[in-house]
């Protein structure tokens, strides 16, 4: 959600690295699933749009993506790739889960991601004034 929304600011402050960055973060995202993959379409046409927008390329273009996207695919690795504390035990034996989501869990990915917007809001403001 975060990508589309890092992609969608792109769109309407006309920067096409922010919509780069965008698609390219949801890329990864939408393999982890098969109910995900519909979602490389947009994720493609956002990057596709993006590209050729570029006219100039800077180092802080260049930066600005890099963190973006480490920022949002790390903050998601993190929670699908987190072992869940989850288990109980009944008469029966024992079980557990990994699909619950923690309290740590939703701490850093709040940690990676509201910097992430934070970061592509800045971007677009100075974009507009350059």
């Given at each position: 959600?975060?990508?589309?929304?890092?992609?969608?600011?792109?769109?309407?402050?006309?920067?096409?690295?922010?919509?780069?960055?965008?698609?390219?973060?949801?890329?990864?995202?939408?393999?982890?699933?098969?109910?995900?993959?519909?979602?490389?379409?947009?994720?493609?046409?956002?990057m596709?749009?993006?590209?050729?927008?570029?006219?100039?390329?800077?180092?802080?273009?260049?930066?600005?993506?890099?963190?973006l996207?480490?920022?949002?695919?790390g903050?998601?690795g993190?929670e699908?790739?987190h072992?869940?504390?989850?288990?109980?035990?009944?008469?029966?034996?024992?079980?557990?889960?990994?699909?619950?989501?923690?309290?740590?869990?939703?701490?850093?990915?709040?940690?990676?991601?509201?910097?992430?917007?934070?970061?592509?809001?800045?971007?677009?403001?100075?974009?507009?004034?350059?």
């Open positions: 959600m975060a990508a589309g929304v890092i992609a969608l600011i792109g769109s309407l402050a006309h920067a096409p690295w922010l919509m780069v960055a965008g698609g390219a973060a949801a890329v990864p995202i939408c393999l982890v699933s098969f109910v995900g993959v519909p979602a490389l379409l947009p994720a493609g046409v956002v596709a749009v993006g590209a050729s927008g570029l006219r100039a390329v800077s180092t802080r273009d260049v930066l600005t993506a890099i963190a996207v480490t920022l949002l695919v903050g998601f993190y699908v790739l072992q869940d504390p989850a288990q109980w035990e009944t008469a029966d034996g024992s079980a557990g889960s990994s699909n619950v989501v923690t309290t740590t869990e939703s701490v850093v990915v709040l940690g990676a991601v509201a910097p992430a917007l934070a970061v592509a809001v800045a971007y677009a403001r100075s974009f507009r004034r350059s």
